[in-house]
């Protein structure tokens, strides 16, 4: 995806570079300037290379988005005076023989001169904010396609594996009748596992969930974990919310917590698993911390499983609204991730 964005960028620039910038000096006054004041049409096409790579740069649709007014007042008054300076830019008087047409020609040269500037960087902020809004809603379309594909597959996984889902549960609660008063930690392990069962296929239809039937799968997750694991794994596991009713996406933080016990969990070495929850104010913060004790060649060489799939869905899903950091020090792997539930919020 990031090669996709990277090409569609680099088209957009040498287009404008190759393409949109000579003709905009070709047909317009400043191929003149070049004979009479080589540095001032220098500049002028500087000006105008600038204007474009810097609104390509800080990106106007997120700040627009966002809400970001300030720095959107700030980019307008720079280019409102920039482009001032250079109408007001000193150049040398017409010499004619009588004074009154020398004067005259001067304040005429100058005019057309302040309306050629004015139309320039209009014209060339115009094409870069249409690169920029093009660019971004390609971008966001890529991102939904993939987000909607990798839905598609989880849905397609789910379907294989179901079969029926009413023989599926019947079949489960079957065998529950025969592990009832076998073994008390049977029990556990298997109602839990049950529990999370049903939790992904009733979600699976879902865009979005209680923030409070996430905490609870993930809880189940770490118990049936816990059953299954001997003392030398322990998990500090906490949550704080201040909106068990806010809605996410269904089972977002999977892949971070099965990436958690899969490294970090260990039958024979202490380690302890970090797991920590919080929402205030609209703002989640997830964040896991685990020793590398398994798999160890598997995870220098690929990194965590599902790490880029959870980068694209969240791309898609929380565009300017997310940030996600992973870090591996020391034989010891953290993820944090932060998503801003508010609808006009940015993290970056």
Not at 247 to 258: A, C, D, Y
Not at 320 to 340: A, Q, Y
Request: aromatic residues 14%; glycine residues 2%.
């Amino acid at each position: 995806m990031k090669s996709l964005e990277h090409k569609t960028g680099l088209i957009f620039d040498l287009f404008y570079c190759i393409i949109f910038m000579p003709l905009l000096v070709g047909v317009g006054p400043t191929r003149y300037w070049f004979d009479s004041y080589p540095l001032f049409a220098v500049i002028v096409i500087a000006y105008l290379y600038l204007c474009y790579f810097t609104t390509r740069l800080i990106n106007l649709p997120k700040l627009i988005l966002s809400r970001k007014y300030l720095r959107l007042a700030v980019f307008a008054v720079a280019f409102v005076v920039i482009t001032y300076l250079l109408t007001i830019y000193p150049l040398p008087d017409v010499d004619f023989v009588i004074p009154s047409m020398s004067e005259y020609q001067t304040r005429v040269r100058n005019y057309n001169r302040t309306i050629s500037v004015w139309f320039m960087s209009t014209v060339a902020l115009s094409y870069s904010l249409v690169v920029v809004f093009v660019k971004e809603l390609y971008n966001r379309m890529l991102l939904q396609s993939i987000a909607e594909n990798q839905r598609q597959k989880a849905e397609l996984a789910v379907f294989k594996a179901q079969i029926s889902p009413h023989f599926l549960f019947n079949t489960l609660n079957s065998l529950y009748s025969l592990v009832i008063g076998t073994s008390r930690k049977a029990e556990d392990a298997f109602i839990k596992f049950v529990e999370i069962l049903k939790y992904t296929y009733v979600t699976i239809d879902y865009d979005y969930v209680a923030l409070a039937e996430e905490i609870s799968y993930i809880q189940s997750y770490i118990d049936l974990q816990m059953i299954r694991l001997s003392e030398h794994t322990s998990v500090e596991w906490s949550h704080r919310t201040d909106n068990d009713n806010t809605m996410i996406p269904p089972m977002i933080f999977l892949t971070f917590v099965e990436n958690a016990f899969k490294y970090g969990a260990s039958t024979t070495c202490d380690s302890t698993i970090s797991i920590r929850l919080v929402v205030k104010d609209g703002v989640l913060t997830f964040e896991t911390e685990n020793p590398v004790l398994r798999h160890k060649q598997e995870f220098r060489e690929n990194m965590p499983v599902g790490l880029d799939n959870c980068r694209n869905r969240l791309a898609a899903l929380f565009p300017g609204r997310h940030k996600l950091v992973t870090s591996e020090e020391n034989s010891t792997f953290k993820v944090k991730l932060i998503l801003n539930l508010n609808r006009h919020g940015e993290n970056r």
